[in-house]
């Protein structure tokens, strides 16, 4: 149960990083340039300048689960490599990128289980280069109602995204995304008072701990 809790949560919160699983150096296909529009184009130049421009960050945000599950907290990153995801109570979740790592910590059970970043789209979010039109997963991008839509698959061999990255619209701001789980479960996140170039303490990005006396 404490492995199924562990995965079910990371799922979830990984589910925040996607954004920019776009951006993975090995998935570049230049011809994937002649399949947008220029409108298309002109959205993703504008994306892409945004992510990039990041480098550390703050947001508080909000989750809700495909079971309707509400869950909020604070977003930490400061690129390269480190991210913090902190839960607000009753959560007993943490979670903590650093050194190639993924930790999610259950206070409640008293348990870290570490994760590769590489095994996860986290490592791609804290990535500094990112080119959206040059990436293979980026299917669709299309603007509604003052806001661009990016919609991107996780798997090459999926026809349909799976993934939908909502930016506002002039002024480019990561405002939430949905993710389709393999059951067809929506889990949205949405992102309110985001800061950049915030200085943010080493101390946030502290791998977490074991309770003493726990083994698993």
């Known amino acids: 149960m404490t492995g199924n809790f562990a995965r079910r ?11 920019l699983l776009l951006g993975g150096a090995g998935q570049r296909a230049p011809e994937r340039l002649r399949e947008f529009t220029p409108q298309q184009q002109a959205y993703l130049v504008k994306i892409n300048a ?19 599950q509400l869950d909020q907290g604070t977003l930490y990153i400061a690129k390269p490599g480190r991210m913090r995801f ?17 930790y999610v910590q259950n206070t409640r059970l008293g348990t870290v ?17 990112i080119d959206l039109m040059r990436n293979a ?18 798997s090459a061999n999926q026809n349909q995204s799976n993934i939908a990255l909502v930016f506002s619209y002039p002024q480019i701001e990561l405002r939430q995304w949905m993710v389709k789980d393999n059951q067809g ?21 502290a791998t977490p701990v074991k309770a003493p006396g726990k083994t698993h």
């Open 9 to 19: 949560t990371i799922c979830c919160v990984l589910a925040l990083s996607l954004p």
């Open 86 to 102: 902190s839960y607000q109570a009753p959560s007993p979740i943490l979670i903590v990128a650093n050194g190639g790592h993924v």
């Open 50 to 68: 945004y992510l990039n421009a990041i480098h550390t960050l703050k947001s508080n945000f909000v989750q809700l689960g495909p079971s309707g």
């Open 113 to 129: 289980d570490p994760y590769r970043l590489s095994d996860s789209p986290l490592g791609l979010l804290l990535e500094d280069n």
């Open 137 to 154: 997963a980026v299917i669709g991008v299309d603007e509604q109602q003052g806001a661009v839509v990016v919609r991107a698959r996780t």
């Open 185 to 205: 479960g929506i889990t949205t996140v949405a992102l309110s008072g985001l800061t950049t170039g915030v200085p943010l303490d080493d101390s946030l990005f």
